[in-house]
């Protein structure tokens, strides 16, 4: 009797188990249709055509104006040390300051506390950005990073790993590949060709393949 117990309870575990491993079987099949159709939904299979870097870029810099100005606006819970997590901040009494510095490649954020009972001001909390030599300088990628650094805030990897600009566009600061020369792109034409005037005095007049876009902030 001991015996038969035990075996239908054996087969009733082995059956239980087989069900189980089928309904994850069905649930990761249905999950993946799911997702599929959703997919096929925003970009049909075939149509899907991949953004460019300079389209990346474009985004990334939209969503770092976005971050400025949504942080430097919001009060937000924290501490009043970075010692034990992101800082509070409160835009009724406390103000986000920056300093740039193009030519160093440099954007440094300032949260300054001003007493509504003491005419003095303190900073409270400071971060910093620095542009590698290699990279094209974004003011606003900077902020971004120099006000989530200061709030004590994680930064995105996108700020970090932006691709480099290749679209010379007006207002962005070039050098040129062989002359080394920079200059400010006051005109580009259909072909990518960017016309304007280097500091030295000569006229700016080359193709985008001929430049380094150095400076992309066009502010």
Known sequence: MKNEIEARYEKAVEQAREAIEELRLAALAKGYEDAKRDLQAVAPVGKFTPITAQEHRDEIVEMAKR????LSTTWRPGCHS???GPSAFDPASEKVNFDVNAEKR????YITYHSPFYEKTRTSFRGIAKCALTDCFNVHIGKAIALRRAL???VPSEYLNAPQPTEVRVGDVVRGKTSLEIAKADRVDGRGWAYGKYETGRSLYAPKEGLDIIDDSRE
């Open 82 to 84: 970075l010692n034990y």
């Open 152 to 154: 004590g805030l994680e």
């Open 67 to 70: 971050d400025v100005a949504e």
């Open 106 to 109: 440099t954007v440094v954020c």
